[in-house]
């Protein structure tokens, strides 16, 4: 399996524009997660779904942040309009989740955000 | 939610085992002990977990605490490639609410290996 696959790499774009970061979760995961992460507020969870259900989106930032997972292989994250403190590395990550056992998270390489 | 305690940062010699601490002195019952590193400029990775016994797999092994208040990742023989930055977390999985299915990353132990 190739993992859990996050484009772009890299995203620089200018304060005000929108963005859209994409994530493709491992086949046969039920569950995925968006993080971001910052050298301030270090990796925190944005959005949570499960078979394709937002579950807990508290936190979420802004209403300028948005996510679909439109079906079982595909998310996005939308910023609209980007600010500079959006700047981030912004990770998907998916899992296997029945209530009551412990699942692993596996993290895609994330998404570096610079926006100027 | 219970937290976890673990130091800032350690050092340890390449091909020499590595003990990385952690403590949560106010686990409950019901919380699964996870471990997970960040290799630099990668996503977090999994490493381990387990509930009351001590764990083994490919990449660590687990020892916990009778009392469960506090446990330890070992790395048998650290290699340059397991410089990363380790995380304990605890996680609730009796719920359906949050914590059942949450990591809250904490800041980790950033684990240097020198040649």
């Known amino acids: 399996d190739a993992g859990v696959i996050q484009s772009p790499r890299h995203e620089v774009t200018e304060m005000g524009q929108e963005v859209t970061l994409r994530c493709k979760p491992i086949s046969g995961h039920n569950s995925l997660f968006w993080y971001r992460q910052t050298m301030m507020r270090g990796l925190e969870l944005l959005i949570y779904?499960?078979?394709?259900?937002?579950?807990?989106d508290s936190g979420m930032p802004e209403d300028r942040f948005s996510a679909k997972m439109p079906n079982a292989s595909f998310s996005t994250l939308k910023i609209q309009p980007s600010e500079p403190r959006d700047s981030a590395v912004y990770f998907c990550?998916?899992?296997?989740?029945?209530?009551?056992?412990?699942?692993?998270?596996?993290f895609g390489p994330g998404t570096r955000l610079t926006v100027t | 939610d219970a937290k976890t305690t673990q130091p800032n940062s350690m050092e340890s010699n390449e091909e020499e085992p590595v003990h990385l601490p952690c403590n949560h002195s106010?686990?409950?019952?019901?919380?699964?002990i996870h471990w997970y590193r960040q290799l630099p400029s990668q996503g977090p990775e999994y490493v381990i977990h387990g509930l009351t016994s001590n764990v083994n797999n490919r990449m660590a092994s687990l020892a916990i605490a009778e009392d469960r208040k506090s446990s330890t990742l070992i790395l048998h023989r650290a290699t340059l490639r397991d410089a990363a930055v380790y995380y304990c977390?605890?996680?609730?999985?009796?719920?359906?609410?949050?914590?059942?299915?949450?990591?809250?990353f904490g800041k980790g132990t950033k684990l240097s290996v020198i040649p």
């Open positions: 779904f499960n078979n394709n259900v937002p579950i807990d």
């Open positions: 106010t686990i409950s019952g019901t919380d699964y």
């Open positions: 990550a998916s899992s296997f989740y029945l209530p009551g056992l412990a699942d692993e998270q596996y």
């Open positions: 977390i605890l996680r609730d999985v009796s719920n359906s609410g949050a914590g059942s299915y949450q990591l809250t």
